[in-house]
């Protein structure tokens, strides 16, 4: 007996018509109220933490929320509402939150640091590679041990208790009644889904207008800032499908000028190699540093001009995707990257264009094949093969990654074994961040600087990884002249290395990272521009490029190499005369004459009009211009099954 009694005050409670813990009674008008009051509170406090945490400012934070009507208030509404309609699922008053907030408020520690490390807030699609930032954490903890430990511990601690939380829960609250639980669907459920249609940007919608959810897709951070964490973060997740840019048909397609540039290549081919090296830049442009010996000397002194990253600290596959293909990533949405979201078919590339030409086309990376999804886009790509991690021969490291000496002598062993003229693409992996103070035990290098010793530390862990990087140019340079064969090698930095508290130690930027929308041309210059090399062992380094967008890379790459193509050589080459930078908040000619925020204006310059026409036509797309810009791929295309 003593038993069953004991059994049965374990038991869940169950629905009690008259007891008002349950938040819902039939025809009772307070723990009705009541249950909306606490729920409303509830995702009140929740939102105002959510936005303390990415903003990292309390005063910040309270400005959104000053004045009524504002994105801040919506939010509000819409996670009481989500609440709301997940107590009915759960079938408990107020289980919700203990789903809604562990998760938000882990993705807006995530966003903070996101933001922080890379200066770009959290989207949507950062999910699909989730992979590799689990597999960069070692590197983060080696960097930040005590953050890391205490990161793990909260971690156990939180989920401990969220679980102790929730089975007590489940004891103590009376289950709600079908009736209770209909009636918060009912509520719940059409409101959110009126809330969810409203929510596509490349619509106007008079209900988001009202409410002053302004969708500012040109600017993230400024969204991020204006609508609060979670209405941006949904506004973003459209971002997955491409709207066709306006004007886009047949006509369209067909009025683009076609130049009388044909695809042709020398009786004797030239071998192109290009080498993306990570992170690699120029770090004396930092004031008041002085590095001795001077760590690119090799590429200073080849240097052909600049390249314009369109990224900063990171986002490697980006820059990737328009030295390749030739394609802008100013005309995709904000904050996207094509490598995880639309290179799901064959996408024309040099790759794909050298093959034709009976090239020998082979991607190589020292780190994981998976990393940025490489290898079904290479494959997208027309690549022949990727040599990476997992098919590499073992590199020797250099600190914890493998050295840029190794991939250099990996990359000319494959051309001497290779009889075909070949395209090789490598990426590097030795200097990649985060810069921790003695990443090397042999550093060649000193810093002078007015700055902590931890930044001196931190830079000289970069400078010998960039002086590496500056004598596997070299040794490649070496190399080439001393082959009989043409030869043309490409190399450049992808993005200014992410050194955080050294850029603002030493002056050069007032944060951590750059702003995604630069203040001036000069800034933007002087946050974005890496080395550029374009070398052949026939005719030297090419000279006065100035600085070029990676979408311009080809062009001048086959021009060095003396191919041509219709669209590579041809569109290209005459877009390239208009500009030399195509970026989504700037435009740049030659001659120096910037249009910042062109994509705002309704005016835009023809060129850039067709420019995006024909990239959205190859891209996703009828492949309209394909016969006369891309000839090598029509009737060639074999869907992608990865």
Do not use: C
Request: hydrophobic share 45%; aromatic share 12%; net charge neutral.
């Amino acid at each position: 007996m003593a038993k069953s009694l004991k059994g049965a005050r374990k038991a869940a409670p169950q629905f009690l018509e008259d007891d008002p813990s349950t938040g819902y009674l039939p025809g009772k008008t307070w723990p009705t109220l009541r249950y909306g009051l606490v729920s409303l509170l509830a995702s009140a406090i929740l939102v105002f933490a959510i936005e303390w945490i990415v903003r990292g400012d309390l005063l910040g934070t309270v400005s959104f929320f000053f004045q009524p009507f504002k994105p801040g208030w919506t939010t509000i509404v819409v996670f009481a509402l989500i609440l709301i309609g997940l107590d009915a699922i759960l079938g408990r008053s107020h289980q919700g939150l203990m789903i809604v907030a562990p998760l938000t408020l882990s993705l807006a520690f995530v966003g903070h640091q996101k933001s922080l490390y890379l200066g770009d807030p959290l989207y949507p699609t950062d999910f699909l590679y989730a992979r590799q930032i689990v597999a960069l954490l070692p590197l983060l903890v080696r960097d930040r041990p005590m953050t890391a430990m205490a990161m793990a511990i909260g971690i156990i601690g939180g989920l401990s208790l969220l679980i102790y939380g929730w089975r007590l829960w489940r004891r103590k609250v009376p289950a709600l009644s079908r009736k209770g639980r209909l009636a918060r669907l009912t509520l719940a459920v059409p409101l959110l889904a009126f809330f969810v249609s409203i929510m596509d940007y490349a619509t106007f919608s008079w209900t988001r207008d009202r409410l002053q959810i302004i969708p500012i897709m040109w600017d993230q951070k400024e969204n991020y800032a204006s609508n609060g964490f979670a209405l941006a973060f949904a506004l973003n997740v459209p971002m997955a499908h491409v709207s066709a840019p306006a004007g886009y048909s047949d006509k369209a397609i067909a009025a683009i000028d076609r130049t009388e540039v044909t695809a042709s290549v020398p009786d004797q081919k030239p071998d192109i190699i290009i080498v993306m090296s990570e992170s690699f830049w120029d770090p004396t442009k930092l004031p008041g540093v002085v590095i001795t010996p001077d760590p690119i000397p090799n590429a200073r002194s080849l240097r052909s001009g600049s390249m314009f990253s369109p990224e900063f600290g990171g986002m490697t596959a980006n820059v990737e995707f328009e030295a390749l293909t030739g394609f802008s990533n100013a005309f995709l949405p904000a904050g996207s990257i094509p490598y995880q979201q639309y290179v799901r078919a064959p996408v024309p590339s040099m790759a794909t264009f050298l093959k034709s030409q009976g090239y020998e086309t082979r991607a190589i990376h020292p780190g994981t094949s998976w990393f940025w999804n490489r290898t079904p886009v290479y494959a997208d790509f027309g690549f022949d093969d990727f040599k990476s991690e997992e098919n590499l021969p073992p590199l020797e490291k250099r600190g914890p990654l493998a050295s840029d000496a190794a991939m250099t002598d990996e990359i000319i062993r494959e051309a001497d074994a290779t009889d075909d003229p070949f395209f090789f693409f490598a990426v590097s992996l030795q200097n990649h961040g985060p810069y921790e103070p003695y990443r090397y035990d042999n550093p060649t290098h000193k810093v002078h600087a007015l700055t902590s010793q931890w930044a001196r530390d931190s830079l000289l862990s970069y400078a010998e990884g960039a002086s590496d990087a500056d004598k596997g140019l070299k040794r490649l340079v070496e190399w080439a002249k001393n082959r009989s064969r043409p030869t043309v090698i490409a190399f450049f930095g992808d993005h200014l290395p992410p050194l955080g508290p050294v850029y603002v130690e030493t002056g050069f930027m007032s944060d951590n990272v750059a702003p995604r929308k630069e203040p001036s041309t000069e800034a933007a210059l002087l946050h974005h521009e890496t080395p550029l090399i374009v070398w052949s062992n026939k005719t030297g380094p090419a000279e006065d490029m100035g600085a070029v967008s990676p979408a311009f890379l080809p062009y001048h790459i086959l021009k060095t190499a003396g191919i041509t193509h219709p669209y590579y050589t041809g569109f290209l080459g005459e877009m390239r005369e208009r500009y030399s930078v195509v970026d989504r908040n700037l435009l740049l000619t030659p001659e120096g004459q910037a249009t910042p925020d062109w994509a705002r204006q309704k005016a835009i310059d023809p060129a850039i009009r067709d420019f995006r026409l024909l990239q959205y036509d190859m891209m996703f797309g009828k492949r309209l211009g394909a016969p006369d810009f891309f000839p090598e791929t029509v009737d060639k295309l074999v869907a992608h099954t990865s």
